[in-house]
T-cell receptor, first 112, second 115 residues
Framework: LAKTTQPISMDSYEGQEVNITCSHN???????ITWYQQFPSQGPRFIIQ???TKVTNEVASLFIPADRKSSTLSLPRVSLSDTAVYYC?????????????FGKGTKLSVIP | ETGVTQTPRHLVMGMTNKKSLKCEQH?????MYWYKQSAKKPLELMFV???????ENNSVPSRFSPECPNSSHLFLHLHTLQPEDSALYLC??????????????FGPGTRLTVL
């Protein structure tokens, strides 16, 4: 059964590093892990994608352990504008089918 | 601007009406998706099309009827909806369904209210 789990909410002060973890025990062998950011009444926006180890871009880092059963999105020095909902997206294979599954989202609140 | 457009942006309809939502992508992608997002709830995947063929239907009621005439256009036909169907309907596209090219680009959504 495909299941992607992430914390419902997190609070952080401005300037701190925030780490959001997603667990995905049955991830498909060849699939990537993708993270999205969503502001109210807007469509989600791509943040970062990775397959294993560590990926870094101008806005975030993504850490993926060797077993790939989880991933951690790291946002360095968050600001008020980072207040949003963050989703992980993972693909699952099983019983001859393939399913893309979004996590339920982590609502990040950045406090001044 | 993500390259995915949706019309209309807002729609109010009665339970006996028939309406359609339109999505168009200008990215040359092969996969297109419909999502439902109710107030303060996570994304719910409704339908997936890959190369114009439907590959996923996540137990969506038949009052929602998707149509994908080509890889650039996706429609969601609505009829005899219920008030609980009021939500933000999001369309997305990606180059492929899986692998490194499965990054989804989302449209701005259609805010649907069913009276």
């Amino acid at each position: 059964l495909a299941k992607t789990t992430q914390p419902i909410s997190m609070d952080s002060y401005e300037g701190q590093e925030v780490n959001i973890t997603c667990s995905h025990n049955n991830i498909a062998t060849n699939d990537y892990i993708t993270w999205y950011q969503q502001f109210p009444s807007q469509g989600p926006r791509f943040i970062i994608q990775g397959y294993k180890t560590k990926v870094t871009n101008e806005v975030a880092s993504l850490f993926i352990p060797a077993d790939r059963k989880s991933s951690t999105l790291s946002l360095p020095r968050v600001s008020l504008s980072d207040t949003a909902v963050y989703y992980c997206l993972v693909g699952y294979s099983g019983a001859g089918s393939y399913q893309l599954t979004f996590g339920k989202g982590t609502k990040l609140s950045v406090i001044p | 601007e993500t390259g995915v457009t949706q019309t209309p942006r807002h729609l109010v309809m009665g339970m006996t009406n028939k309406k359609s939502l339109k999505c168009e992508q200008h990215l040359g992608h092969n996969a297109m998706y419909w999502y439902k997002q109710s107030a303060k709830k996570p994304l719910e995947l409704m339908f997936v099309y890959n190369f114009k063929e439907q590959t996923e239907n996540n137990s969506v009621p038949s009052r929602f009827s998707p149509e994908c005439p080509n890889s650039s256009h996706l429609f969601l036909h609505l009829h005899t909806l219920q008030p609980e169907d009021s939500a933000l309907y999001l369309c997305a596209s990606s180059q492929d369904r899986r692998g490194i090219y499965n990054e989804q680009f989302f449209g701005p959504g259609t805010r649907l209210t069913v009276l």
